[in-house]
């Protein structure tokens, strides 16, 4: 099955412990990306990749560090995690055709920075 | 800058009443994406529907349909008969065609279906 999958889908952590939020997809997408959904706000992109070892900021990539050393994985790494950073972070993936394709989200992670 | 705005915040329908989910745009680029997301209350983003700039026609599908007006910059989704299954949060979303393919989201309207 075609799928982009996050890990955790829920994480409580306090300020200051680093963490890591993987992304996988099995799609072969060349494009990946991570974005954060805050009430009143919509979602946001925080970093993308076109592609293995190309990475670029997003809107609001402070305090954020992405890297992609694989076409499948793209994980998302808060090194000094604040209160702020509390949010739902999902990341997406597609093709890259010439212009936008449909990007495929993940189920999102759930995060709680105390 | 790409701007997404969609007004209404909250709409409360009864079932099997017509709803439309108002989306207006801003872009500088002559071409274009805009993209309906629906996020249900299990909070999965499932993708409804791509359109791009140079493609107005008007798109059905089932009880769900899209109207783009690029003279007002609009691309409004209207739901038929609508059910409690449609009660969601719906995102309007806009694309360049630059390499970073990213979505800019309107803030999203929350729809309620009542019995």
């Known amino acids: 099955e075609a799928q982009v999958t996050q890990n955790p889908r829920y994480l409580i952590t306090v300020t200051g412990k680093k963490l890591t939020v993987t992304c996988s997809q099995n799609?072969?997408?060349?494009?990946m990306s991570w974005y954060r959904q805050d009430p009143g706000l919509g979602l946001r992109q925080i970093y993308y990749s076109m592609n293995v070892e190309v990475t670029d900021k997003g809107d609001v990539p402070e305090g954020y560090k992405v890297s992609r050393k694989e076409k499948r994985n793209f994980p998302l790494i808060l090194e000094s995690p604040s209160p702020n950073q509390t949010s739902l972070y999902f990341c997406?993936?597609?093709?890259?055709?010439?212009?936008?394709?449909?990007?495929?989200f993940g189920p999102g992670t759930r995060l709680t920075v105390l | 800058a790409q701007k997404v705005t969609q007004a209404q915040t909250e709409i409360s329908v009864v079932e099997k009443e017509d709803v439309t989910l108002d989306c207006v745009y801003e872009t500088r680029d002559t071409t274009y994406y805009l993209f309906w997301y629906k996020q249900p209350p299990s909070g999965e983003l499932v993708f409804l529907i791509r359109r791009n700039s140079f493609d107005e026609q008007n798109e059905i599908s089932g009880r769900y349909s899209w109207n783009f007006q690029k003279s007002t910059s609009s691309f409004n989704f209207t739901i038929t008969a609508s059910q409690v299954v449609d009660s969601a949060v719906y995102f309007c979303a806009l694309s360049g065609s630059g390499a970073n393919s990213k979505l800019t989201f309107g803030k999203g309207i929350t729809l309620s279906v009542r019995p």
């Open positions: 799609m072969n997408h060349e494009y």
């Open positions: 997406a993936s597609s093709l890259i055709t010439g212009g936008p394709d449909e990007q495929f």
